[in-house]
Every structure is written in C-alpha cells, then in structure tokens.
C-alpha cells in the first residue's frame, strides 16, 4: 500500500520526466492532458499481483525505468549501441500505459480468521469490455498508445511490444529470441520489468 503522501511523490516525479523530454514531434501537453483525464497515478499495475493498490500502476513504471538507467549503465556498450535519455523515458514509463483506465475496484465478503467476522476487503478487477482501451495484447495496447503522443523508432516500438517476452500468450514466442538478439533494448526493458516485478516489488 501507498500512503496519500507516496502517491503525489510518484506522481510528482512521473511529471517531471515526461516534461523533461526534448524529443522533436513528442506532444508532451497532449499526452498530460491524456494522463489528467485518467487513473493513471492511482490505478493498481495488476489486479492480484505485483503492486496490486492505488498508485501501483505509477509506481511500478518508475521502477521500471530506474532498472532500465542501471542495465543500461552497465550493459550498453557491451550492447554495442548509445541510448538517448529520452528514449529511455518514454519505453520504460509507458511500456504499461494500457493499464490506465484499465481495472475498477470492487469488494467482496472476507472472513476475518481470528474475529469469525465477515469483513468487506477492496480488490482490483479489469473493468468490463465496453469500458476499457482494446485494440490488441497488453503490449500492443501500450505501444499504439505511446506512439499517439510520442514518435516511436523500431526498436522503442519493439522494446514495448515485446516487453513479456515469452511469459505471456500476447509475446512472439517463436522469434523471441531472435527479437532480443537484434534489438538489446528490448531485452534491457524486459529485464528492467523483471528487476522491478519480482525484486523491487517482491513484497508490494
């Protein structure tokens, strides 16, 4: 859980990056318009998993993008390639911008193990079909997302679209690895949205 308190923090940050960006074509006022419209800052990342509370959802792309600066920091040049910062903020910040205005909070009867009492307890589920983003997978959501306020080169659009790898049914099993072997920020940002689900979050 966050406090009132975090969740600005998160939120704070989040903003100054986006407004840091100095990519030519980005449209950073209509992409903050975008984001003041939505539950971007109080939104869960996932509806039982990782960061599965109010602000989650901002959390978790901060993280996202603080591994990111380190595994490139360490394994760019091996890589081979130089990586723009701007480049940087915008696959890591947004490579989960589908999951705004993505679940709906919901409640359900819980019994209180040592009381005997049946208690209310809030969980996050995906809103219904007519109510939320859907033009493809999660991945694809992001990426035609990011690239309605942001010009997105092929490996920014790849880094996105492949971001689970193989862990999910929406992921190019068969060419994965021939994804990641031609395009190292892809792999970067896969390894970033590991780092940060499964250590950085292991306990949220």
Same mark, same amino acid.
């Given at each position: 859980?966050?406090?009132? +308190?975090?969740?600005?923090? +998160?939120?704070?940050? /989040?903003?100054?990056?986006i407004?840091?960006?100095?990519?030519?074509?980005?449209?950073?006022?209509?992409?903050?318009a975008?984001?003041?419209?939505?539950?971007?800052?109080?939104?869960?990342?996932?509806s039982?998993?990782?960061?599965a509370?109010?602000?989650?959802?901002?959390?978790?792309s901060?993280?996202?993008?603080?591994?990111?600066?380190?595994?490139?920091?360490?394994?760019?040049?091996?890589?081979?390639?130089?990586?723009?910062?701007?480049?940087?903020?915008?696959?890591?910040?947004?490579?989960?911008?589908s999951?705004? +205005?993505?679940?709906?909070?919901?409640f359900?009867?819980?019994?209180?193990?040592?009381?005997?009492?049946?208690?209310?307890?809030?969980?996050?589920?995906?809103?219904?079909?007519?109510n939320?983003?859907?033009?493809?997978?999660?991945?694809?959501?992001?990426?035609?997302?990011?690239?309605?306020f /942001?010009?997105?080169?092929?490996?920014?659009?790849?880094?996105?679209?492949?971001?689970?790898?193989? =862990?999910?049914?929406?992921?190019?099993?068969?060419?994965i690895?021939?994804?990641y072997?031609?395009?190292?920020?892809?792999? =970067?940002?896969?390894?970033?949205? =590991?780092?940060?689900?499964?250590?950085?979050?292991?306990?949220?």
């Amino acid at each position: 859980m966050l406090t009132e +308190n975090q969740i600005n923090a +998160n939120k704070n940050r /989040f903003l100054e990056l986006i407004r840091s960006i100095t990519l030519q074509g980005a449209d950073k006022d209509k992409f903050l318009a975008w984001l003041n419209n939505s539950d971007f800052f109080v939104a869960p990342a996932s509806s039982k998993y990782h960061c599965a509370y109010a602000g989650g959802l901002c959390q978790h792309s901060l993280n996202v993008y603080d591994a990111l600066l380190k595994l490139v920091e360490d394994y760019g040049a091996i890589a081979g390639e130089d990586y723009d910062e701007d480049e940087l903020k915008i696959i890591a910040l947004l490579h989960d911008i589908s999951k705004t +205005n993505f679940y709906e909070q919901w409640f359900r009867n819980v019994k209180n193990e040592e009381t005997g009492q049946w208690e209310k307890q809030a969980e996050y589920r995906l809103r219904e079909d007519g109510n939320r983003f859907i033009y493809g997978s999660h991945e694809q959501n992001s990426e035609f997302i990011a690239r309605r306020f /942001f010009p997105l080169t092929l490996r920014m659009s790849t880094a996105i679209l492949h971001h689970h790898a193989g =862990m999910s049914w929406d992921s190019a099993k068969d060419d994965i690895s021939a994804v990641y072997d031609r395009f190292p920020l892809a792999t =970067m940002l896969h390894l970033a949205d =590991m780092a940060a689900t499964y250590i950085y979050e292991r306990n949220s």
